[in-house]
């Protein structure tokens, strides 16, 4: 579905040509087309993108797993095997700005969709390759998958409570980095184009985004020489932070400096003896005495009911909040606020939801400006377009 956008977007006018699947790929393409490019994604013609099978089913074809990547995107249904498919295939490269693609190493080389044979033609082209590995390694053929770079990455082994097993994040974290770790190189390359009138061929990895995922972890890991501890919730520095249960419910709260440290000993809980207490003077030393500290701030906070405690944080000047479920926080009036929620008639759901872009710019947030599109739905407007162009390029 087409809804219209009210004003022109930074990537108006760019044609981006989608051949990846799964998320990372699709990932950094949807950002592209959030931020107004014309995304053409190719599907085969029966099996379509691998997550049209994955997670709950929407309409004949589409699913929450794919809707979740592929807003603002058109989808043409193409298969590569095919002579007559991969001809369209390479005629839609020729016509466009940015080609993503997330073969195994060399399979688009061999369908005549690699970056030496589309660039020979179209010098201006922005090409994407997305992989598992580094292809400067021996590793480069090995197919990549977000939970093993989680584990070879030392993700999992940052993650969840001191004393458990490894743990691997809620979603697909290595895959939605390189995805979005993707669009900056790309817009990196098209910024650089203006002045060189080439483009470039960005190579990423997942192994590589997912070691950038341990940020800080991984400094300290280096700085130790070893692994740093697993702090859950809680945080390595700050104390108290974290979850913590009032008597109904559990709320989140960050004590970050010793100001607030006090005013929260003081002014929330009634313990300004605590703030007088070296054992607790400054976040170094909370940290040290956490097994100490943290007990004493549990109880205290049982006696006070969620409500009554968020307002006492809040008047504190403590940052705070709820803990809410997903779908409580999906259909929260600061979700509703801020716009995040795209709410749309499907013809073969009926009414259906995606987020909508998380880009706002000049106080207004970049709107959800096609639904995410069924199988092919847009082969046939696609194909006549690109007949449109070459007769336009062959007249002029």
Known sequence: MHLGTSAPLPLSGLRVLDLSRVLAGPMCAMALADL????????????????????????????????????????????????????????????????????????????????????????????????????????????????????????????????????????????????????????????????TGRGRHVQMALYDCGLMITSYYGMEALLRDGDPPKFGNAHPAIVPYGVFDASDGPVVMTVGNNGQFERFCRDVVGRPEWAADERFATNTARSAHRAVLLPMVREALLGFSRRELLARLEQAQIPCGEVLGMHAALNSSRTEAAGLLHRYEDAEAGAQAVLSPPYVMDGERLRVRRTPPRLGEHTDEILRELQALEDAAAAG
């Not at 193409?78 to 700005?97: K, T």
């Not at 590793?139 to 001191?162: C, H, K």
């Open 36 to 195: 107004g490019a014309d995304v053409v994604k190719v599907e085969h013609p029966e099996r379509g993108d691998d997550t049209r099978d994955w997670g709950v089913r929407i309409g004949a074809r589409n699913t929450s797993y794919f809707n979740s990547a592929n807003r603002n995107k058109r989808s043409i249904a193409l298969d590569l095997q095919d002579e007559a498919g991969l001809a369209v295939a390479r005629r839609l490269a020729a016509r466009a700005d940015v080609v993503i693609e997330n073969f195994k190493p060399g399979g688009a080389d061999r369908l005549g969709l690699g970056y030496a044979a589309l660039s020979a033609s179209n010098p201006r082209l922005v090409y994407c390759s997305i992989s598992g590995y580094s292809r400067a390694t021996a590793e480069a053929q090995r197919p990549g998958y977000d939970l093993v770079v989680q584990g070879e990455a030392g993700i999992m082994a940052m993650n969840g409570e001191e004393g458990q097993g490894p743990l691997k994040f809620g979603v697909a974290a290595v895959d939605m980095f390189t995805g979005m770790y993707a669009g900056q190189a790309i817009l990196a390359a098209l910024y650089e184009r203006h002045a």
